[in-house]
Every structure is written in C-alpha cells, then in structure tokens.
C-alpha cells in the first residue's frame, strides 16, 4: 500500500486493537476446526492414511491462493479486502464437516486453506502497516493474539464435543459468531489504498528475493514449531516412556509458551531489536534442542520443548514485518514469506515422521536443534524488520502526536 494518509495517536490506537482483534478471530476459526478433526474423519469414513493426505491440502490451497492477496487489496482497499477474505475463511469453517468422503474432504480444506492464506496476508499486512506509522513493534503480539484465538477456539471445541454436539451444528454457529464478530473488528482497521498512479501487483507472481531470503528465517522457526506441536508427545512417549496424559500436556505447555512469548515479545522487540532477539531466540531454541535430544528423563525433555517454543515464537511475526519493509509492494513480499512458512509447516511433520522411520525421533529432533541454529547465523537478515519511523505506508504517521503518543 502506498497510502501516506496522516492519521492521529488515537485512530493508529484503535486501528492496533481492531487488527488484534482480527487476528484472534482468525486464530479461533483453526482452533474450532482441529479439536473437531475425529468427528469429521469419523463422519467422512476416511482412514488415517486418507486424513493424513486430506490435511496437507489446506497448506497447498494457502500457498497457491496467497499471491492474490495483494491484487485484492490493491483493486478494494484494505479494509475492504481484509472484511470480504475474513468473512470467507469464517465461513469456510462450516464446509470440513459437511464433507462425505475423502475426496469431498480434500477438496473443502483446499477451499479453506486458500481463505486462511489469503485472509492472514491480508491482516499482516495492515499488521506491517499500523506498526511503521505508531513506530514500534506490535508483530509479536498480533500473533500473541492468533495464540489466544486459538487457545479459546480448541477450548469452545473441546467442550463441544464433550457434550456431544454435531460437529455441522457447533462448526455453524461458531463460523456465524465469528463472521460477524470480524466484520465488527475490521470496522476499525485502517482504510488504506493504492494511489491511482500505483500499478496493480500481478494476480500470482514469484515472491521478491529479499523475500526468500526472510522466509528461509522463517521456514527454520515454523519447522521446529510445527515438529514440537504434532512430535512432543509422541517423543515423550516412546523415547522417554511418559504416560499418555503428561505426554498430551506437554503439547498445551508449548503452546502456551509460545502464546505468552509472542505477547510480551514486542517490549524484548522494541529494547533489543529484531536481529538480537532472534539470535537470543535461535540459542533458547538450540539449547532447547540439545534439551530434548540429551535428555535423560521427562521433566528435562518438556523444559527443552519449552526452549524450543520460547526461542521460536517471535520469529514468525518480525519475519512478516521484515517482508512488509522490504519492498514496495508489502503484500507481495508478505505473501512470499507466508507462502515459504506454510510450505514449511506442511513438510515438518511428515519429514520428523521420515527420519523417525529411518532412524529414530531423536535423530529427528538432532535436525530441528541444527534448523534452530540456523536462527542465530541468519538473524541479520530481519535487520530491516525493526520498525521505523517510515516505512512501507511511505509516512510516518502523524508525525509528532505519534510520537509523543507511544514514547
């Protein structure tokens, strides 16, 4: 976007809160979604095999309908366009649970995959906005609240099931609620738009080099993310010998970690920058490894898990905000780093599970200490996502009122 409309302290206030917002409704539809995942592969008679299969395609949907986000928005504006993708992956909620086979099933998560791609550029990119014109850092948090959505969304989910409801029925009403709560929130983003002069990004296009570059960081923290999610468990379990429950409650403990980090990350942000908070995050995520691949027992394996989350949890967030400065189209560039991140969340767990079967789970998770490392040699690289006081809006801001705002 290159909007230079000046807005006041308190409109950039009210525009953070909203895209916050925005982020936790976009968490709670994946939330209501994966704590449903047994009824629907009940419903849809699909083995594990066949629902293994049917859940890479929300990834290959995101990945594909990504690079339209920015066409989107140049063409509507981006309050518009963050409204309409919102309320498209709202509702795509509904469709996973009408599905009645594996091929139907694959075909609705590509759907909803492709508005969860397109929807997320779109809030990260008014995300990028709203934190070069307040100038400072609120990536982190903005993910800290997709945490939180999350968290409440597999929470609604949870008791659902408890007591029995449909999955059609709760998945429904939940994407009903949540519409219409994210049209309330988009209300208050910034209403930002393209010049008449700007030419349109093109509808797919390769992602910028300083974008491949970003997403390389990015690809290392969402890899070890996604590898402790689905592989704590299992490796307490098998490696260690844990009972299934301590086993499960390592995976809420890391998610947790990572939720907390990621809302108090903007301080440890705007204090040491966003190079030095990486590298201080790739050596937890390191030394958190070493943790789990050393470990003798439980308890030292789940604090090496809890590394692992503390390290890892902000680098997704100054990822999108390096990209969202590293160009003049920040969509575009956002859009290649998403794209790279989401391929890596879709591979981890299949590659973990690969090596596991050739070698063992610690051998796995040898690879994920190495990728964590490679946070702390390549952190130079989010130099430029520090905020500033321009960026990619082209202003800074308001100028003074801004600054005396948030000093």
């Not at 990260?124 to 400072?136: D, K, W």
């Not at 609604?156 to 998945?171: F, I, K, M, P, S």
């Not at 592989?231 to 429950?245: F, H, N």
Request: aromatic share 6%; with cysteine.
């Amino acid at each position: 976007m290159a909007d230079t409309t000046v807005f006041t302290t308190q409109r950039l206030r009210r525009a953070r809160f909203a895209v916050a917002a925005v982020f936790c409704v976009h968490g709670a539809v994946t939330g209501s979604f994966a704590t449903r995942i047994p009824w629907i592969q009940e419903h849809a008679g699909v083995s594990a095999g066949q629902l293994g299969l049917a859940l890479a395609f929300p990834a290959i949907g995101a990945s594909l309908a990504m690079p339209l986000a920015g066409a989107i928005s140049h063409r509507f504006g981006a309050r518009t366009a963050l409204r309409g993708l919102l309320a498209l992956w709202t509702l795509a909620l509904i469709l996973p649970s009408l599905a009645p086979n594996v091929y139907g099933l694959c075909a609705v998560l590509f759907v909803y995959g492709a508005t969860a791609g397109m929807s997320d550029v779109a809030m990260n990119a008014l995300g990028v906005e709203v934190e070069t014109r307040l100038g400072r850092s609120i990536m982190s948090s903005l993910h800290g609240m997709w945490s939180v959505g999350a968290l409440l969304g597999s929470a609604a989910g949870t008791l659902a099931a408890h007591l029995g409801v449909d999955a059609r029925v709760h998945h429904l009403i939940a994407a009903l609620v949540l519409t219409a709560l994210g049209l309330v929130f988009c209300q208050g983003v910034l209403d930002l738009r393209s010049t008449p002069e700007e030419e349109a990004p093109p509808r797919f296009a390769l992602p910028p080099k300083s974008a491949l570059v970003i997403g390389a960081i990015g690809f290392c923290a969402v890899f070890a993310e996604g590898a402790s999610l689905d592989w704590s468990a299992v490796y307490l379990k098998d490696e260690l010998g844990t009972s299934a429950g301590l086993a499960a409650a390592s995976t809420t403990a890391f998610a947790l970690t990572m939720a907390v980090a990621r809302l108090a990350g903007d301080r440890v942000v705007d204090r040491f920058g966003a190079e030095r908070t990486v590298r201080a995050g790739g050596l937890a995520a390191t030394a958190g490894g070493l943790l789990v691949v050393f470990a003798p027992h439980a308890a030292l394996a789940m604090a090496g898990f809890g590394l692992i989350g503390l390290g890892v949890a902000v680098v997704v967030p100054l990822a999108f905000a390096a990209a969202g400065r590293s160009g003049p189209n920040p969509s575009q560039a956002i859009a290649g780093v998403a794209t790279i991140t989401y391929t890596s969340g879709l591979i981890a767990p299949s590659a973990i599970g690969g090596i596991a079967n050739a070698t063992s789970l610690i051998v796995s998770f040898g690879l994920v200490t190495l990728l964590s490392f490679g946070l702390v040699l390549g952190a130079g690289v989010l130099r430029g996502g520090a905020r500033t006081a321009t960026g990619a809006g082209g202003t800074a801001g308001t100028g003074a009122d801004v600054r005396e705002g948030v000093r």
